[in-house]
Each structure stands twice: as structure tokens, then as C-alpha cells.
């Protein structure tokens, strides 16, 4: 099975080109990520990465992997940000427009009520 953590070390390799900077970048020592990147390249039955002691490149194929796991990371980075909007109403910025006649008498009490019910609204007047 493809994990999220395979497509991260993948992602991070692809970009940085360079396994220690990537590790570093993932947080992991430079053979644990190898590691997964291996086990990645076996599920897949394809090498993504050529690999010498002086540089990475990343083989046709490997562009191709690395192009649909960029796909497949937005969308799990999507889902978790969905996921945590949902479990803090009215956490996401929102826009309204108010005329300004009525804006200097309406917003004071409206923003005092709603930061206080929810902390991290955030409301952007235009």
C-alpha cells in the first residue's frame, strides 16, 4: 500500500533533488527515507529516482509519479483543511460588504458578538 508519508518523502526528493536536504525537510534520518522511497519504488514496480553518491535525478517515469502524488497530496491537504473547518465554525475568512452609512452602526456589535462565540473568525470588510 501507498502511504501519504511515501508521496511527502517523494514530493520533498523531487523537489530538493538531494536526499539529506530532504530528509532534513521531512524530519527523518536521510536511510529511513530512502527507505520508504524504495519500498515506494517497488510497490509502483518503477524507479522514480536515479540515485548516485553525487546526485538525483528523477527518471521519466518518476516525473509522471511525482506530477499524479502532487494531485494526490493537494487533495489530502484539501480534505484535512475541510476537516478542520468543520469541527470550528465560522473559521474561515469571510467577506461582506456593508454600505458605509449603516457600516459604523451595525459591524462594532456584530464583530464584538461574533468574537466572541467564535475566537477565530475572521472577517474581511470590503
Known sequence: MISIKQLNYARAVGRTLHFKHAAEEC???PSALSTALNELENHLGMKIFER????????????????RAEKILVEVEDLQSMAT???T??????S???IPTIAPF???????????????FQLMVS
Open 27 to 29: 524530519n527523518v534520518s
Open 52 to 67: 548516485d553518491t553525487k546526485k538525483v535525478l528523477i527518471t521519466p517515469a518518476g516525473k509522471t509519479v511525482l506530477e
Open 85 to 87: 473547518l468543520n469541527q
Open 89 to 94: 465554525p465560522l473559521s474561515a475568512p469571510m
Open 96 to 98: 461582506v460588504g456593508f
Open 106 to 120: 451595525l459591524l462594532p456589535n456584530l464583530l464584538k458578538e461574533i468574537n466572541t462565540k467564535h475566537p477565530g
